[in-house]
T-cell receptor
Framework: DQQVKQNSPSLSVQEGRISILNCDYT??????FLWYKKYPAEGPTFLIS?????DKNEDGRFTVFLNKSAKHLSLHIVPSQPGDSAVYFC???????????FGTGTSLTVIP | NAGVMQNPRHLVRRRGQEARLRCSPV?????VYWYRQLPEEGLKFMVY????????ESGMPKERFSAEFPKEGPSILRIQQVVRGDSAAYFC?????????????FGSGTRLTVV
């Protein structure tokens, strides 16, 4: 049962443009959401998070939007840079749970 | 800078052998989590441990898999009698007490190949 879904396995964007990565979840108990970035042969590294009491969180070039009614979150990267090329995972959890549920990832390629 | 250290980075085992994966958490982190990533899939939770205690092993296969986090030394994920389906990347993560809700620090993973 995939509770967190990333329906786009890959995305290509020109350098300088906006990258939008999407994520959907099914469990209404989820109240904390993260995006992780992963390079090949490395572990995931934390990028940005958002609590369910917010609908937007911004950190430099990265913004995460949360639409609770649609059970949807998105990550915006503006402007995109070649170094952003990586696999991006969204993850979600509930306050009472012990684990994060991860999506299957979106591979972002930023073309110089 | 002592992040989460996992070893070995790559491990090849023949079917039926045992695999031992080690994880040293960030200094000061007493909570350890193991996740597995099968090819073309996301990370799946396996087990959550604190020093000398298994808190949640709901993601662990019932047979052949075990995990420990002793008072001294690294956390160990042990897979007995490995099968080809165990081939995956195994990631360990750690967090300070009470902070796991906000995310973890992951290691670089151990890539297990069963031949």
């Amino acid at each position: 049962d995939q509770q967190v879904k990333q329906n786009s396995p890959s995305l290509s964007v020109q350098e300088g443009r906006i990258s939008i990565l999407n994520c959907d979840y099914t469990n209404s108990m989820f109240d904390y959401f993260l995006w992780y970035k992963k390079y090949p042969a490395e572990g995931p590294t934390f990028l940005i998070s958002i609590s369910s009491i917010k609908d937007k969180n911004e950190d430099g070039r990265f913004t995460v939007f949360l639409n609770k009614s649609a059970k949807h979150l998105s990550l915006h990267i503006v402007p995109s840079q070649p170094g952003d090329s990586a696999v991006y995972f969204c993850a979600a959890r509930s306050l009472t749970g012990n684990q994060f549920y991860f999506g299957t990832g979106t591979s972002l390629t930023v073309i110089p | 800078n002592a992040g989460v250290m996992q070893n070995p980075r790559h491990l090849v085992r023949r079917r039926g052998q045992e695999a031992r994966l080690r994880c040293s958490p960030v200094k000061g982190h007493s909570h350890v989590y193991w996740y597995r990533q099968l090819p073309e899939e996301g990370l799946k939770f396996m087990v959550y441990l604190q020093k000398e205690n298994i808190i949640d092993e709901s993601g662990m296969p019932k047979e052949r898999f075990s995990a420990e986090f002793p008072k001294e030394g690294p956390s160990i994920l042990r897979i007995q009698q490995v099968v080809r389906g165990d081939s995956a990347a195994y990631f360990c993560a750690s967090s300070p007490p009470g902070q796991g809700y906000y995310g973890y620090t992951f290691g670089s993973g151990t890539r297990l190949t069963v031949v």
